[in-house]
Antibody
Framework: EVQLVESGGGLVQPGRSLRLSCAAS????????MHWVRQVPGKGLEWVSG????????GYADSAKGRFTISRDNAKNSLYLQMNSLRAEDTAFYYC??????????????WGQGTLVTVSS | QSALTQPRSVSGSPGQSVTISCTGT?????????VSWYQQHSGKAPKLMIY???KRPSGVPDRFSGSKSGNTASLTISGLQAEDEADYYC??????????FGGGTKLTVL
């Protein structure tokens, strides 16, 4: 059974940093692309960033470019999102999501339960 | 990177069919056959319903179907059931390893 478990969310002040982690199990992690998708409570989904199976291809939403860094450690079956210079508008649930293939092509077939990031002073 | 355009809400009675549209541009929906659709019930994580415009993952009822014409993709749900009431989101590859979601559509089963 595929499992994606996010951690690292919490309350952080504007301008500070936070690192999200996602522990993956139940599939061959190093065969698949991975993504972070966020959702403000009560609002729609927003794709944040994606990374291919070998970290060779990485993409970011404009809202994340220059502030967020996605990475993965295939030896640890883990995905990460380093978030710097956080803003109030980054407050959201952050989902770790598996791609159906190895690339960053956008079919998101398994989702974690999400971790809440709250940016507030 | 503007969100794909979806109607905010649609509704239908049990047994009827509804169609949800998802309009983008030639740089996303119109440029690639990588359109997918997700169902999200309140308080739950999204679930993949359609991918590559019209493919259904294992376990998704064949009442759900997808199509695309030009810059607009569509999700059709036939034989509406009460459990179909949820939010639906489209998603498209947008080039250079980026994805874009639609704003979401709330489906109400009357």
């Amino acid at each position: 059974e595929v499992q994606l478990v996010e951690s690292g969310g919490g309350l952080v002040q504007p301008g500070r940093s936070l690192r999200l982690s996602c522990a993956a199990s139940g599939f061959t992690f190093n065969d698949y692309g991975m993504h972070w998708v966020r959702q403000v409570p009560g609002k729609g989904l927003e794709w944040v960033s994606g990374i291919s199976w070998n970290s060779g291809n990485i993409g970011y939403a404009d809202s994340a470019k220059g502030r967020f860094t996605i990475s993965r450690d295939n030896a640890k079956n883990s995905l990460y999102l380093q978030m710097n210079s956080l803003r109030a508008e980054d407050t959201a649930f952050y989902y770790c999501v598996k791609d159906i293939g190895g690339a960053v092509a956008g079919t998101l077939d398994y989702w974690g339960q999400g971790t809440l990031v709250t940016v507030s002073s | 990177q503007s969100a794909l355009t979806q109607p905010r809400s649609v509704s239908g009675s049990p047994g009827q069919s509804v169609t949800i549209s998802c309009t983008g541009t030639s740089s996303d929906v119109g440029g690639y056959n990588y359109v997918s659709w997700y169902q999200q019930h309140s308080g739950k994580a999204p679930k993949l319903m359609i991918y590559d415009v019209s493919k259904r993952p294992s376990g998704v009822p064949d009442r759900f179907s997808g199509s695309k014409s030009g810059n607009t993709a569509s999700l059709t749900i036939s034989g509406l059931q009460a459990e179909d009431e949820a939010d639906y989101y489209c998603n498209s590859y947008a080039g250079r390893y980026t994805l874009i979601f639609g704003g979401g559509t709330k489906l109400t089963v009357l």
